[in-house]
Nanobody, 126 residues
């Protein structure tokens, strides 16, 4: 079992930057992929970015591509967020998937992930 704890959220002005962290503990060696989702009030949870630990491949949502960057390892995952916009305001959640999965679109589905953190609030003021 893996436990996840997010941190690094806060209030920032538009155009600013934040770095989110996701600390993993437990059976981190069994993690196949880790992801960031976000959820604003009254909206569905939205895929942000994913990393596959075997090979280090990453995929980003179009809305954050070229502004957000994933890094780290299966014990500490980071999301560097630059050029933040008010529409990036949300609670950001880290999640992990333990079992390998084939296919090209599963990574953006909330139900594919086994373990979730408690979330960290990001607020971008205009």
């Amino acid at each position: 079992q893996v436990q996840l704890v997010e941190s690094g959220g806060g209030l920032v002005q538009a155009g600013g930057s934040l770095r989110l962290s996701c600390a993993a503990s437990g059976r981190t060696f069994s993690t196949y992929a880790m992801v960031w989702f976000r959820q604003d009030a009254g909206k569905e949870r939205e895929f942000v970015a994913v990393i596959w630990w075997s090979g280090g491949r990453t995929t980003y949502a179009d809305s954050v591509k070229d502004r957000f960057t994933l890094s780290g390892d299966n014990a500490n995952l980071y999301l560097q967020m630059n050029s933040l916009k008010p529409e990036d305001t949300a609670v950001y959640y880290c999640a992990a998937k333990s079992r390998p999965r084939s296919g090209s679109t599963w990574y953006s589905k909330v139900y594919e992930y086994d373990t979730w953190g408690q979330g960290t609030q990001v607020t971008v003021s205009s």
